[in-house]
């Protein structure tokens, strides 16, 4: 084996795996930040703030902590070529909690992820008949999930745990595979499948009757709302958990690139991609509830909902009454599933990765050992009765004080204690057309983290001043603060468990010069 640098780089590209090209790593990217949030989540936040207006903070958001945010994941996973912990205990040796901090949180994620890609799942079928009958919201909480009282219950639900197993197998099957074969792709293949399958499904929702008016009811601008500091914290909040970037993700991806990839011009890439596929899930989701709230008489603010209720009734409720319904229905969910299950992928990718690298597994053996009991967990949480109530609760409360949390002070580690920004700029700039400088150093270390911290300041006091969604206390503090310092705690405590192989902690990071360091 070559001792030289290059060299040196082949033999651990060969050893963890690695995507093909340039294009495998953009399409992979594009499946991770493409998810159930962008269809389900940024129509109704753009509606709920500002309409029009809103594309003004959302732009800024992007250009000012999105896409620098995306180089710095990039710069950390591409320089020191290993998963988040391993990247991070490259960095320096007493910041490897964070890298395991994150994945705790895709962890967490990733349980509860594959349940909604099973509902998806189950709903592409009953769209073919509009199964849930006159009523969609009934249909879904009480004969499919069947639901009780805020609680847990044991109670199995076969509809939910059967395809959930499936989707299960399938993530399983797509991570022994691999990164390039497997990862790699599955977003090359289901990437340009999701884009065609969505594009049908707008240009048949704005035929229908009044599409028009649900379009003027997102687009009209509402310049006040500019003023108002939590429209800002929206265009932040949603361009974080858009892109995949804070937890894991970007760091791992990147770790599989050539290293003299241009990964500025990809993140430009993945950047835009994202966002052109959010406006499109904005015309398409905002046409079809125009057409709901003219066929029931009622303003589109009475139909417009966002997350599982748009999912899941609302669109249901359009389906049955849409002409050509079912064509629509099968389009819409089968979107959900494949945006779900490449961004599932990525979420799964970062635990595996970080256990190979950290004990010295086969890719086969980490995959089993992450999957098989992500996948009981899974099925023990959220093939119930009480699933969707655990699940709502997680998902907020990892998400605000989780992604978000593990974001900021990632970045103000290495922006001001470590001080290595000046070389991660020079990194990145190295045989790129784009001069990653001053600039970026500046919304790294300042802006961006002023408003996150805007948005995770606004988001506790919400939910200290009001206990979310009404849930019981005891719910919420096991299930909501409970899981976001559960992962806190998984994340310093891993990394003080011994590496396999502690030269792996210096074996491929190289100085300026190209010597080994």
Not at 416 to 434: C, E, M, N, Y
Not at 462 to 477: F, I, N, R, S, V
Request: hydrophobic share 55%.
């Amino acid at each position: 084996m070559s001792t030289t640098p290059e060299g040196v780089h082949e033999a651990a590209a060969a050893k963890r795996g690695a995507f093909s090209s340039r294009q495998v790593f953009i399409f992979a990217a594009i499946g991770s930040a493409v998810g159930l949030g962008n269809i389900w989540r940024f129509p109704y936040v753009a509606y709920d703030n500002g309409g029009g207006a809103f594309v003004i903070p959302y732009i800024v958001a992007l250009l000012t902590a999105g896409i620098p945010f995306l180089f710095l994941d990039y710069a950390l996973g591409h320089r020191y070529r290993g998963s988040a912990p391993l990247s991070f205990a490259r960095l320096r040796r007493g910041t490897e909690g964070l890298g395991w901090w994150q994945v705790g949180i895709c962890f967490m994620i990733a349980i509860y992820y594959a349940a909604v890609m099973a509902w998806a799942v189950r709903y592409t079928i009953f769209s073919v008949t509009k199964a849930w009958g006159d009523d969609p919201e009934g249909f879904f909480f009480g004969e499919f999930l069947k639901a009780g009282d805020p609680g847990i219950d044991a109670t199995p639900v076969w509809g939910v745990l059967i395809p959930l197993l499936l989707v299960w197998v399938a993530i399983l099957a797509v991570m022994l595979l691999g990164v390039q074969k497997g990862v790699g792709a599955t977003s090359a293949i289901f990437i340009p499948i999701l884009v065609v399958a969505f594009a049908i499904l707008v240009v048949r929702s704005l035929f229908l009757p009044g599409a028009a008016e649900g379009l003027d009811a997102l687009f009209t601008p509402n310049w006040s709302a500019l003023t108002d500091a939590t429209v800002w914290a929206a265009a932040y909040g949603q361009i974080f958990f858009s892109l995949s970037i804070g937890f894991g993700i970007m760091i791992t991806y990147s770790s599989y690139v050539h290293k003299h990839t241009d990964m500025p011009g990809a993140g430009l890439v993945v950047g835009f991609a994202n966002s052109s596929f959010e406006l499109l899930a904005g015309i398409g989701v905002f046409a079809a509830l125009g057409f709901m709230a003219q066929a029931n008489g009622v303003a589109v603010g009475e139909v417009a909902t966002s997350g599982i209720g748009l999912a899941f009734v609302a669109f249901p409720a359009i389906i049955s009454e849409a002409p050509a319904g079912a064509l629509i229905g099968v389009l819409f969910f089968f979107s959900l599933v494949i945006a779900g299950f490449t961004s599932m992928v990525s979420i799964v990718e970062v635990v595996i990765s970080a256990v190979r690298d950290k004990f010295e597994m086969t890719r086969t053996t980490a995959t089993i050992a992450v999957t098989v009991p992500m996948a009981v967990l899974s099925l023990v949480f959220f093939a119930t009765t009480s699933g969707i109530y655990v699940l709502d609760i997680i998902d907020h409360f990892i998400n605000q004080f989780g992604i978000l949390l593990v974001a900021v002070i990632s970045m103000l580690v290495m922006s001001w204690w470590l001080r290595v920004l000046p070389t991660f700029s020079a990194h990145l700039s190295d045989g790129s057309s784009i001069v990653v400088g001053a600039w970026w150093r500046i919304l790294v270390s300042i802006v961006a983290p002023i408003g996150l911290v805007l948005v995770l300041g606004l988001s506790f006091w919400e939910d200290l001043k009001t206990p979310y969604e009404g849930y019981p206390a005891w719910m919420l503090a096991v299930f909501g603060w409970g899981a976001a310092g559960a992962v806190i705690v998984f994340g310093f405590l891993a990394a003080q468990a011994k590496w396999r192989d502690p030269e792996a902690l210096s074996s491929v990071h190289f100085n300026e010069k190209g010597a080994q360091s």
